[in-house]
């Protein structure tokens, strides 16, 4: 009786994903398809303004299956910060902080060291920071940015990579959390909180793929990838699938889905400031959706599970006690 039932559970668990993900990709992928017959791609005015859109439709979805599909209580979508573990979500901070660092790393041991060309080159200095800068003044017609670019040439790179990378901080936890919340309340709010029963390493092989499939429109458009729309979106799904396992550590942690929310929004805050410090690379290889950013994400999913011992051990094993992933009261 306890089997029949548990398979049960299993078949309500999975309509109710694909209801979500019906939603989901329905909403995210008509914003697109209204974005296309207009001709719009990541060259166009508005694409900025078409993929804020495009990010909602993981909350519009998560808020129509929760509240008004199952009528559940918003408890379950970890929104409350007192469900914050302060901790954690410090540690989540670090994590997304060195994200950047850790890319331009690997380019400049495969790119600079190895001589592999398409890992282009990186260089974290002044003098790099101030070429990157002058030339998009300059492509933009603003300066020519010789002097600005000789008085900048004199500071230290370190000193202006953490600038960039606390600015990106401070971006997460103000002006990017509602666009993050937007996709977040979606992945590591409902989807997190349907798989709650569900192995990490299950959740993850999930998550990860659909989560890379939805940004198909949007690289189809030049995002992330200008130039290989369809190569891009395999690119995609790769980078999505590795960096789900540091989401689903972050969401398990920090008990919250306010701390995939800052993470999300350290990433997306911090790739400006890679820009500034690589250079020649291909646009697949050497950027942090690219080779390069896979494989620093993989070594800090190597580094959680070897340091984690918890998440470790509790990776392919189903929650016995789903309230406990989910802080659900």
Known sequence: MDHMLCQFCEMDVHRRILSFLGLNFGITWVIAGVGALFKVNVDHPAYMALAAACMLGPALAALIQWRLIERAPWSALGLH?????????GFTVLLGVVIVPLVLLVIAILGDGAGWAGFGHAEVSGARFATSLAEILKS??????????????TLPGAAIMGLLLVSAVFAAFTVNLPFMLGEELGWRGYLYTATASW????????????????????????????????????????????????????RTRVGSVWGACVLHGIINGSAGAFALFAWDGHVMVASPAGVAGCLAIALLAGV?????????????????DPSSTTNIT
Request: aromatic share 8%; net charge positive; hydrophobic share 50%.
């Open 304 to 320: 959680i599970l070897l340091l984690d011992s918890d998440y470790r051990r509790s990776f392919t094993q189903p929650a016995a």
């Open 140 to 153: 933009r017609g603003l300066t020519d940015g010789g002097a600005m670019a000789e008085q900048l040439a």
């Open 81 to 89: 910060p007192r469900r914050i573990h302060w901790p954690s979500l």
């Open 199 to 250: 192995s990490p390493a299950r959740r993850i092989a999930l998550t990860g793929p659909v989560w890379g499939i939805w940004h198909a429109p949007l690289i189809a458009m030049g995002h992330n990838y200008p130039g290989h729309p369809i190569a891009g979106i395999g690119m995609m799904i790769v980078f999505c699938t590795l960096l789900a396992l540091l989401f689903d550590h972050v």
